[in-house]
Nanobody, 122 residues
């Protein structure tokens, strides 16, 4: 069964960059669309970005457009979220999820990672 492991979260100053990784174990990510979601304290989970199985389609939340880039490396069984120009409001736990359908909606994803903490603060 597919399991997802996120990594790359850290404490970073405003304006800084981070790259999150989502690696599949137990099965291959090649057959799945992958989404990144985040949840800040006291707030609901929100979709950040998603990438289709082929990698040819991507989507971003308005709040991160132009700053975040999602990509996938099927040879490494990994999906990345490159984050630039980070803001304090990007602070959250970031989760990756995999599913058979490319979607903005969390309900479409069947497999979830444990999350990685991103903190943007001076």
């Amino acid at each position: 069964q597919l399991q997802l492991v996120e990594s790359g979260g850290d404490l970073v100053q405003p304006g800084g960059s981070l790259r999150l990784s989502c690696t599949g174990t137990g099965s291959t990510l090649v057959h799945y669309a992958v989404g990144w979601f985040r949840q800040a304290p006291g707030k609901e989970r929100e979709g950040v970005s998603a990438i289709s199985i082929s990698g040819s389609s991507t989507t971003y939340a308005d709040s991160v457009k132009g700053r975040f880039t999602i990509s996938r490396d099927n040879a490494k069984n990994t999906v990345y979220l490159q984050m630039k120009s980070l803001k304090p409001e990007d602070t959250a736990i970031y989760y990756c999820a995999a599913g058979e359908r490319y979607s903005d909606y969390a309900s479409e994803y069947d497999y979830w990672g444990q999350g990685t903490q991103v903190t943007v603060s001076s």
